[in-house]
């Protein structure tokens, strides 16, 4: 298990700096790495139940990773062609799959917090055995939904853990500029709710932490867990972080407290892992990603008319007529359009 | 959010003093039950939407009802002694925050449980939008449906009820009709209204279900105490005619009744009366067919005029009807200000509007 952690935080990383690379590149639209927060993704997810619903952000791709969806199936999202279980309907990154029990991500921040209050409310009834966790960052702890989940977790009293990654920043915002108190943990005694704070860099704490807090959740006790981290890379493709912060203070978490690092120093101290094997793996793991990364590449996009599929469970009829008002308006005017991408009408 | 007891205790009783409300009267018509659904007893619109829940409860054990003060029976009482009948693990109170018990609601339908959701006031809706727009009505469409918050619906009062003033007066159902994903029901009666929420709860897809407020004691019906479903997306022609369509749904259907008998008896103008029942998705057909046949349109809401329903009505029903029509399409809404306090006789579009629109479009001259 050990083992498997740590390969996850090293195939996060590697994926993330193929997909960046190829953002960059102008291969995929966006992109949105992990860098510096791989032991708090992972280590959390592997502190759960794999049946354990979990509800998250956008920066927890590791949590996915650790429960076992395919490379291929994060690349296919991100290039959004017919074999994305999500029908290509979203940007880069927004990952979810209900057989491993990730609900598909969206990009308004903090809107899941009470939807997974909800949703252990109904574990609850079930007597399922299941608890909820959902991840969140510092900032969209700011936000309105924050404040009425963790109330309503607390008053209803629901199996949920609140995970939430404080990396210092929301895009350009330090955290001097998103809160005034005791970090995202001084709130929780505020609603009542049982409440640590981890270093967020090292795997075992955060492993640890998130295994006591799940022991509290299954007695109906919500648990807020601020993990303390930095956001090493930049907020996203569409950021230069290096506008409002600066270098040195980057380099100095680089290298100074990098969570993949410290736990391979632990490991290789146990005498579970050498240099030779890190290096294969690394290979190996890199490999496997360009793989699955110029598979995807090659995928032709889903047809055209799935845009107008799941809007509501059945097409009503408004639909259908707009459905087919495109498909005219192809025949004659196909030639305008990136036709040759799409499988066809 | 919350509105205070004296607030809600003073519109209960305005609700029951009709001849100290600001408002235009509204006469009620009541209509008949499908006997095909069976015995039969006299029920409110509270008691209606009572029973619909009640039965939507008993026939599926994971249902639960949730807001503000629903447990003790609901400000308005339609959920009275269904805490008793089912637990509090089913029927409680959240704490007074909206985009939570949005959020809390599509949780809940995520997991498969059936979630209905009372936002005490329409005009209350609002801190949910984000949740209601940005989160359930997407939720299969961006999952690739892989998940759905199908079993989820949300009730809320609505419309005028004499002095509700800015706040417990509004219609907001257009904001809502902007929203791919949503289905949005407004019924006219508690006959109705039970087959529609009955429908709403049980239908796959997020349904925001409002409840006009000023009917709950003032409409008292046949309803049938059995289990039954009106279907959705359906209009229904209450009335038939053949000079003029007329559109309305909520209160206003039964102000839109009121002037067509005036003109009937004034003049011999015959106005079809439609009520559009669904708002989102609606049923363009059965409107543009009575169109077809009467060449004439009058569509009429509480709401705002810019950017109201109606706009949305008379675009189509122009695109689809235009060799049919033979004046152009009015519309007899709110005017575009806030919902006044005193001045609330003078701002719903009243009968007496309705009447003057229809004589307008009969006297129109080419």
């Known amino acids: 298990m050990a083992l498997k952690m740590y390969q996850n935080m090293v195939t996060l990383y590697q994926m993330d700096k193929i997909l960046y690379d190829s953002q960059r590149q102008g291969r995929i639209s966006f992109y949105l790495t992990n860098t510096g927060e791989e032991a708090a993704q992972i280590g959390s997810t592997a502190g759960l139940n794999d049946t354990d619903l979990i509800y998250g952000q956008y920066r927890e791709t590791g949590s996915l990773l650790y429960r076992g969806f395919p490379l291929e199936n994060f690349m296919h999202q991100c290039y959004g062609n017919a074999k994305d ?153 569409s950021d230069d972080s290096t506008t409002y912060r600066s270098n040195e203070e980057v380099n100095i978490w680089q290298q100074n407290d990098n969570p993949i690092a410290r736990f391979r120093t632990v490991l290789q101290n146990k005498g579970w892992w050498n240099d030779e094997e890190d290096m294969a793996y690394r290979q190996k793991v890199q490999k496997e990603i360009m793989k699955a990364f110029l598979y995807a590449e090659k995928i032709p996009k889903p047809n055209i008319l799935s845009m107008f599929d799941d809007v509501y469970k059945e097409m009503p009829k408004n639909l259908q007529e707009q459905r087919d008002e495109l498909a005219e308006h192809l025949k004659n005017y196909g030639k305008y359009y990136p036709m040759k991408d799409f499988e066809g009408t | 959010m919350a509105t205070t007891g004296y607030v809600i205790k003073s519109l209960i009783n305005l609700i029951k003093i009709p001849s100290i409300r600001y408002a235009s009267g509204i006469t009620f ?48 009482r339609c959920t009275i002694g269904l805490q008793a009948k089912y637990g509090k693990d089913r029927v409680f109170n959240t704490p007074i925050c909206e985009q939570g018990i949005a959020g809390f609601g599509i949780g809940l339908a995520v997991c498969g449980s059936t979630a209905i959701a009372e936002i005490q006031f329409a005009d209350y809706i609002f801190p949910a939008f984000d949740q209601i727009v940005n989160e359930a009505a997407k939720y299969r469409y961006r999952s690739g449906n892989l998940f759905n918050c199908g079993k989820l619906t949300i009730r809320a009062t609505w419309g005028a009820v004499g002095h509700g003033g800015l706040y417990h007066s509004q219609s907001p159902e257009a904001y809502f009709t902007h929203t791919p994903g949503l289905k949005v029901v407004v019924p006219r009666g508690p006959i109705q209204a039970k087959g529609l929420l009955l429908s709403c709860i049980r239908n796959e897809n997020p349904c925001i279900f409002f409840e006009p407020k000023l009917l709950y004691r003032a409409a008292v019906e046949d309803v049938p105490i059995g289990d039954y479903e009106t279907e959705l997306e359906q209009a229904e022609v209450v009335k038939e005619g053949k000079d003029i369509t007329v559109v309305s749904w ?117």
């Open chain 1, 85 to 237: 279980i999500g029908g290509g309907k979203q940007m880069p990154i927004h990952y979810g799959s209900s057989e491993h029990h990730f609900v598909t991500i969206s990009s308004t921040l903090a809107t899941q917090l009470p939807q997974a209050v909800g949703s252990a409310y109904a574990f609850k009834r079930e007597k399922n055995g299941r608890i909820v966790l959902a991840y969140f960052g510092e900032g969209a702890a700011s936000e309105g939904d924050a404040h009425g989940a963790m109330n309503m977790a607390s008053t209803l009293k629901c199996p949920v853990i609140f995970f939430c990654r404080n990396n210092g920043y929301a895009i350009s915002t330090p955290t001097t500029e998103q809160y005034g108190g005791d970090g995202i943990a001084g709130k929780a005694i505020g609603y009542g709710i049982h409440v640590i704070r981890v270093d967020g860099n090292d795997l075992i704490a955060v492993y640890n932490a998130t295994k006591a807090a799940r022991q509290i959740a299954m007695e109906n006790e919500p648990v807020l867990i601020e993990a303390m981290t930095y956001r090493l890379g930049h907020h996203s493709t």
């Open chain 2, 29 to 76: 018509v009541p209509s008949q039950a499908d006997p095909s659904h069976g015995e039969i007893s006299r029920m409110n619109l509270c008691q209606a939407i009572n029973n619909a829940i009640d039965i939507a409860m008993g026939s599926d054990s994971s249902t639960c009802l949730f807001g503000e003060d629903v447990a003790f029976g609901g400000v308005f």
């Open chain 2, 250 to 366: 909520g209160t206003q259907l039964h102000v839109a009744l009121d002037a067509a008998k005036v003109v009937e008896e004034e003049i011999g103008v015959s106005c079809e009366v439609i009520d559009l029942r669904t708002i989102l998705p609606w049923d363009i057909d059965t409107v543009a067919k009575s169109v077809q046949k009467t060449g004439h349109l009058i569509i009429t809401h509480e709401a705002p005029i810019t950017s109201g329903f109606a706009a949305e009505i008379s675009t189509k029903v122009q695109e689809r009807c235009f060799f049919h029509l033979e004046a152009p399409i009015s519309r007899v809404c709110g005017w575009d200000t806030p919902f006044p306090h005193i001045f609330e006789p003078f701002y719903l579009p009243t009968k007496w509007r309705i009447i003057e629109a229809i004589k307008k479009l009969i006297d129109f001259q080419h």
